[in-house]
Each structure stands twice: as C-alpha cells, then as structure tokens.
C-alpha cells in the first residue's frame, strides 16, 4: 500500500520567495510520485511527476520537485513565488499500474504581498 | 474541447433526495475514478471502473451507486442523501497499464445537502 504525508497545512511565503512545500511518502513497491494544483473552486491539475526517471523533475509554472529515496521525500520548489501560486497543493502517490492514486492531505500556499 | 467534464457543477438538495452527477471524458481513457473532496479538502478515492467494470469500491455507503454505460462515461447515483453527503465530488480518468502520466481531473460538482 501507498501513502504520503504532507507536512505543514498552511504554508504562507513572500512574493518573490522561495517556496517548498514537503511530501514524504510510503510505498512497498517503486512509487510514481505527483503534485497536482487546486485553485480555488476549480478541480485539480497536474505540476508534474515522477515516474523512475530523471530524480529531479520539472513541471509547469516554474515548479521542479526532487525524488530522495534515501529521504522517501518528494518535495516541491519554486525559486520566486508570485501571487498567482496561491492555491491549494497535493502530492500524490500510486503504484506500477496506475490503478490508484492517493493524495496527501493538501497545503494551502498563501502568498504575502 | 474539456477533457473530463462534469455535470452539473453545482447541486444544492434536500435530505432524503436522490440525486445523480454525470462525467464524460473524451481522452479515450479505458478508466474513470471518483473522488470526494471533504470540507477540509481532503480527497479519497470512491469508486474506478475498468471499460465498464467496477475494480475499486472502497468503504463507501451502498447509498452512492456508480454506473458506466461505456468507458466514456461514469454517472454517480446517490440515493437519500444526507447532510454528511455534501462536498466536492470530482470525476477523472486515465490509462491503466501505461506509463502513468497521472490522472485528468474534471472541475468537479459541489453537493449541498440542506
């Protein structure tokens, strides 16, 4: 079975700011490993995602995430946040066959003018 | 085109109601999920269906019946609804056996139970 756990609920930076939002997960088989975005009322869409490739990744809107196996971490950075990064975040995990993806319980990035 | 759409966005009922939420996905996915989204944003897997076929039925009251006519579609019944009901319910959709791109989410609909 999979899990992630997603440290700190709320996560406020300053514009301008780096941004890290921490995942750490769990799995008994290789993980393939995502962070989606919801912005407010809207669904959800993918950042980007980790499937055994290359350990850092890049995604949309400037994010990049970094698999460490040793760490079971797949954090998600952002070097310069904006306004426009306010938004709820999720990390997500599910196994070889993508029959299952489950969430992490979200952080809520405020941006601070 | 929308890739997972949702029908309809918004759902505001009375108890004891019954209610169903459409999703139709034109990616050619062989399969549809749904999701509910609590009130504290937290997201859990309720029902998958494979070409037409339940694989995923977690811990969920036999009050909420999904139906796929076709693997374009997976339609959410839910019969007597009750307070605890309300939150986002959000469809998707993805390729099993392929290397897994993540899934595509529809917009989601908000069940208000009053």
């Known amino acids: 079975a999979q899990s992630v756990t997603q440290l700190g609920s709320h996560v406020s930076v300053s514009e301008g700011a780096l941004v890290l939002l921490r995942c750490n997960y769990s799995?008994?088989?290789?993980?393939?490993l995502f962070w989606y975005v919801q912005y407010p009322n809207q669904g959800l869409q993918l950042l980007l995602k980790y499937t055994s490739a290359a350990t850092l990744v890049k995604g949309i809107n400037g994010f990049e995430a970094e698999f460490k196996k040793s760490e079971t971490s797949f954090h998600l950075t952002k070097p310069s946040a904006h306004m426009s990064d306010a938004a709820e975040y999720f990390c997500?995990?599910?196994?070889?066959?993508?029959?299952?993806?489950?969430f992490g319980t979200g952080t809520r990035l405020t941006i601070i003018p | 085109d929308t890739a997972v759409s949702q029908t309809p966005k918004y759902l505001v009922t009375q108890m004891g109601n019954d209610k169903s939420i459409k999703c139709e996905q034109n990616?050619?996915?062989?399969?549809m999920y749904w999701y509910k989204q609590d009130s504290k944003k937290f997201l859990k897997i309720m029902f998958s269906?494979?070409?037409?076929?339940?694989?995923i039925n977690e811990t969920v009251p036999n009050r909420f019946s999904p139906k796929s006519p076709d693997k374009a579609h997976l339609n959410l019944h839910i019969n007597s609804l009750e307070l605890g009901d309300s939150a986002v319910y959000f469809c998707?959709?993805?390729?099993?056996?392929?290397?897994?791109?993540?899934?595509?989410f529809g917009s989601g609909t908000r069940l208000t139970v009053v």
């Open positions: 998707a959709s993805s390729q099993v056996g392929q290397r897994p791109y993540g899934y595509t």
């Open positions: 990616l050619g996915h062989d399969t």
């Open positions: 269906y494979n070409n037409k076929e339940l694989i």
């Open positions: 997500a995990v599910s196994g070889a066959g993508n029959e299952k993806l489950t």
């Open positions: 799995s008994s088989v290789p993980p393939y």
